[in-house]
């Protein structure tokens, strides 16, 4: 088994690869005021869990999910059957082209890069249009643990550094809550009965990709549990400056 089958078999079945609401859509929405008929791109939109809240929060709006892994796209189908404003495709999120009104990107930008990922996105914006992204955020006083939990993810800042990621692509940041608390825990919730459920599997014991992951993911859980408040996402609404890069 190879790390990122180790990723896929331990993930199965859940309804989100990250944390997060569908409250965090409902605001991202209302603060954008995004509208009725919006065109709406779920940038690695994993399982779809976001993608069946954008639905129903905007039934007349056309929703597509876009996923690098094709089993997560066939999670995503599934999980918005029925819902007919929503297709899902397999693709390259850095090749957007749009035109969308929102791009909603949650917990995946870090694989572009926040600047990076932005600036490619800037043409596939209809004017007017925004991205409202989750981005992990680190304050300065925060506690050791916390440091300890992002230690594998260093381009890690406070929100004055997304801030400037942002405007170095020349975004500027509209507003941002933290995505922390309640969101989390429904995410590890959902970790842990998988942890359980491949208790029995003897691939997850001993040495092997598939160990390896089981026993970094339950350091990560008890890291959190430590210090579940200091362990945050900024969700962040931002829009291309005016004549910017
Ligand atoms: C942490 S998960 C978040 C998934 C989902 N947004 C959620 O919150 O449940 C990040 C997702 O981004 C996808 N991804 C990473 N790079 C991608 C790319 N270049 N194009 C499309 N999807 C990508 C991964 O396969 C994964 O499903």
Known sequence: MTGPEAIARLHRGMTRQGP??????????????????????????????????????RP??????????????????AACAGLENVTVRQGDMAGLTGPYDLIWCAGALYFLGVTEGLRQWRGALAPGGAVAFSEPVLEEDAPGAA????????????????????????????????VAGAAWAG????????????????EAAGEGPLADLVAATRREIALWQAVPEAVSYALVLVRPEPGGR
Do not use: N, Q
Request: proline content about 4%.
């Open 20 to 57: 997060g609401t569908p409250e965090d859509v409902r605001w991202a929405l209302a603060r954008l005021d995004v509208g009725a008929r919006a065109r709406i791109a779920d940038a690695g939109c994993g399982p779809g869990a976001d993608l069946a809240a954008l639905a129903r929060a």
């Open 60 to 77: 007349g709006a056309r929703i597509e999910g876009v996923e690098m892994m094709d089993h997560l796209v066939a999670e995503a189908r």
């Open 187 to 202: 995410y590890y919730r959902e970790l842990e009965g998988r942890l359980d459920a491949l208790s029995a599997d003897p």
């Open 147 to 178: 440091r300890a939990f992002w230690a594998e993810y260093p381009a890690i800042s406070d929100l004055a550094g997304i801030e400037e990621r942002v405007r170095a692509a020349g975004f500027a940041v509209l507003d941002h809550r933290r």
